[in-house]
């Protein structure tokens, strides 16, 4: 992954799986360790033009430091699924992700949600997963995808609260 000025939603630049990605990737954009409060949801708009059925891309979390992930069932759900287990990440066929063309691309940039109740008061990271199969159908021929605009609502900041004088509202 990388940072691209290609189809970004806002600002400059947004993540990408690079342009023409390789054959047999495996590979995902994390984030930093995040403390997640009451009800926190995860918001992020992407757009993704890939083999379909063979290369693709999902949403996964840890709650361990990254040895183990899980899927994330995002909103709207994943539109397609990986058809076969050949794939450079070992994703078993059929897995559900987001695979051939996002609706609306190059130019629409999708939203998509998740409710991350079930791991609040968890220490977690974030995990954007992308891979492709040995094929050449999609790599070297296809954009990728590229996630923007990524926000957690009510994550806890580490460290004491400071009360500074005056105290205004």
């Known amino acids: 992954w990388s940072l691209s000025t290609t189809y970004a939603r806002t600002g400059a630049s947004s993540y990408s799986t690079g342009a023409t990605y390789p054959h047999s990737a495996c590979g995902g954009l994390r984030s ?29 979390i840890s709650t361990d430091g990254g040895t183990s992930w899980e899927a994330l069932n995002p909103s709207p759900a994943y539109p397609g699924a990986l058809t076969e287990g050949t794939n450079a990440c070992s994703w078993p066929g059929p897995t559900a992700c987001y695979t051939g063309d996002s609706p609306g691309f190059p130019t629409a940039r999708q939203a998509a949600t998740v409710d991350l109740s079930a791991w609040s008061g968890l220490t977690v990271l974030l995990r954007w997963s992308f891979t492709s199969d040995a094929g050449t159908g999609g790599s070297l021929a296809s954009p990728g995808w590229y996630v923007d605009d990524i926000q957690v609502t009510n994550v806890e900041r580490p460290g004491p609260c400071v009360t500074r004088s005056p105290l205004a509202f």
């Open 32 to 60: 930093p360790a995040l403390v997640l409060g009451a009800g926190p949801v995860l918001t992020y708009h992407h757009v993704y033009s890939t083999q379909s059925g063979h290369d693709g891309g999902r949403v996964e």
